[in-house]
């Protein structure tokens, strides 16, 4: 009964009777994609788990503040990718180090490690330099490699405007990344 449901009835639903059932079928809905997606950032299976529950917790405390402006997956997928991020953010400033020898386990040298963050931080100055749904397109296109066709039928769009809303918001980025001033 409920999987017939649209997501934005799932969560009214929700939000007026507060029964865990409506919720759960979203849970159902998207928790394998959520999950595809932390892995695709973290590359750990056990975090991209934890990091999923957390990040439908997370969605569940704010359900009431989805306003309905974007689609409920656009939505849930700036969660889960601003999530990852965060997460991945935080190991790089507090790097592993053991206790018993001092020693610093991380991966990368400090220069190569500064090189990336510097990158990253200019990467996402420019991706925050577009609108969310600009964001999220170029996300599922090269993050979560959906091809023209599917990502217009996620978006409800025609596929020659995602074609070339994919190029404007390219164009938009490397315009913002490659001239940071």
């Not at 892995?39 to 309905?68: C, M, P, W």
């Not at 997928?77 to 592993?96: E, L, T, V």
């Not at 296109?141 to 599917?150: P, Q, R, S």
Request: glycine residues 2%; proline residues 1%; hydrophobic residues 30%.
């Amino acid at each position: 009964m409920n999987s017939q449901l649209r997501d934005e009835e799932l969560i009214q639903m929700q939000l007026t009777t507060h029964r865990n059932d409506y919720f759960e079928t979203l849970y159902k809905r998207y928790v394998a994609k959520v999950y595809q997606r932390c892995l695709q950032l973290i590359k750990d299976s056990a975090k991209a788990e934890d990091y999923t529950h957390d990040i439908f917790l997370r969605v569940y405390g704010n359900l009431n503040n989805f306003n309905g402006k974007s689609a409920f997956s656009t939505w849930l997928y700036s969660i889960s990718y601003n999530y990852c991020i965060d997460q991945i953010r935080c190991a790089n400033r507090n790097p592993i180090v053991s206790l018993e020898t001092g020693q610093d386990y991380s991966s990368t040298d400090s220069t190569d490690q500064e090189n990336r963050e510097c990158q990253f931080q200019q990467l996402d100055k420019a991706m925050e330099s577009i609108s969310n749904d600009e964001a999220l397109m170029l996300r599922m296109k090269y993050e979560d490699g959906l091809d023209i066709k599917e990502i217009a039928e996620h978006m409800h769009l025609k596929i020659s405007a995602v074609k070339m809303r994919l190029k404007r918001s390219r164009d938009k980025v490397r315009q913002v990344y490659c001239d940071p001033f």
